[in-house]
């Protein structure tokens, strides 16, 4: 591939807090090569210069909680439930590069199939780059607990030990654990806990002797207690819900806070004819409040934003998920490095994603304007690069 410079009007690295004005970014191999600043930094005679006259270029947003499986539509089980792994693979290769559409070029996907989306991450596919997975195969559940329809059933100390060391040998990237209800599941109720501390330390254990991070579903105030206690890396939605509504003791906010569990707040509601769940809703506004308390107390927050799994969270919810986290009174540099920087380390890829440098991978978006000023531009992507090559 010929190596390209990308002049742009400005460039948000991912680490700052201001833009650059001026650069050039030079993409050699699939990565950055260099970045030079200045209206007249020479472009090299082998590079083919990409002309991005008033554009933002900025690292490929990551997204820490995806769904590649679930079609984002009215009854995503059911129809996940009516498709062979074949018609599976086919829609989250549609999912995939919607998200790449939008700009997210790494997703974290927290959920699958019979671990379909490892065959996505490894697996070649026609036309055209993917995002990069990192992969949880099938979330790991009680018997018939949340997801249990996904294939990830495990009871007691030996059942979830034995689970994790599958999940190792297929290859996945990260544990995903329910360790409370959701809202997809008939039977499963997000204000209460599945698994007792014992199994989730094992979980924890095992998965860390193996070298993997275990990331906790959690919306119940006691799946997040529990969790706290088992040494989770990671907690998913993290809503302190009770069963008549949201309820944060400040022990466990410290410890949320003190231990630097990174805290997926599920950000971004698209337009859509089918609203969220009234419990959803009742509960939003003191969800609202706790995150906006977290983000204040320098809690580790990434944007995960559940895409997938309604017709409110599309494979393309990202630039939703961040005017969501400014609205909690975030600014907009601290949103752009939560969604890129952050999120990249988080996913265990802070050494090769989420930065515009030197050694870092071509994952590139560039955007209409200045998205510190107006982070709506971020809906609007002018180009799209991953591994440098153009995807829009």
């Not at 472009?43 to 990409?50: F, R």
């Not at 254990?205 to 969790?227: F, W, Y």
Request: charged content about 20%; overall charge negative; glycine content about 12%.
């Amino acid at each position: 591939m010929r190596p390209i410079a990308l002049r742009a009007a400005a460039l948000f690295d991912g680490s700052g807090r201001r833009l650059i004005h001026d650069p050039l970014v030079l993409v050699r191999d699939g990565r950055v090569a260099d970045v030079a600043i200045g209206p007249r930094a020479p472009v090299p005679p082998d590079a083919e210069l990409v002309e991005l006259p008033g554009a933002t270029l900025l690292p490929g947003l990551v997204d820490t909680h995806v769904h590649l499986a679930f079609d984002a539509g009215p009854d995503p089980v059911g129809a996940l439930a009516g498709r062979d792994d074949e018609g599976v693979l086919a829609a989250m290769v549609d999912a995939a590069r919607a998200q790449v559409r939008a700009g997210v070029t790494t997703v974290r996907d927290l959920g699958d199939r019979g671990y379909l989306s490892l065959r996505l991450r490894d697996d070649a596919v026609p036309g055209g780059p993917l995002p990069t997975i990192v992969a949880a195969g099938p979330p790991i559940t009680t018997p018939g607990g949340h997801c249990h329809f996904l294939g990830g059933e495990a009871e007691g100390v030996g059942g979830v030990r034995a689970a994790v060391r599958e999940h190792v040998e297929r290859g996945v990237d990260v544990i995903k654990v329910m360790a409370g209800g959701g809202q997809l599941t008939p039977g499963s109720l997000a204000h209460e806990p599945q698994f007792t501390v014992e199994e989730l330390r094992v979980i924890v254990d095992e998965a860390h002797r193996c070298g993997l991070p275990v990331t906790a579903h959690a919306h119940a105030l006691e799946g997040i207690r529990n969790s706290l206690a088992a040494g989770v890396d990671g907690i998913e939605h993290c809503g302190f819900h009770t069963v008549d509504g949201v309820h944060a003791p400040p022990d466990l906010v410290t410890a949320l806070v003190d231990r630097r569990v990174a805290i997926g707040f599920t950000g971004g509601i698209a337009p859509s004819d089918v609203p969220p769940p009234p419990e959803i809703l009742r509960r939003l506004p003191a969800i609202t409040a706790l995150f906006t308390r977290l983000w204040q107390l320098g809690a580790l927050l990434v944007v995960g934003t559940d895409a997938g799994i309604a017709p409110v969270k599309p494979h393309a919810t990202m630039p939703y998920g961040m005017t969501h986290l400014a609205s909690l009174g975030v600014p907009a540099a601290d949103v752009l490095r939560t969604c890129t920087a952050t999120a990249a380390e988080v996913c265990g890829l802070g050494d090769r994603k989420g930065r515009v440098a030197p050694g870092f991978d071509a994952d590139l978006v560039a955007v209409q304007g200045d998205p510190l000023a107006d982070l709506a531009v971020m809906h609007r992507p002018q180009a799209v690069f991953v591994g440098g090559e153009r995807i829009g």
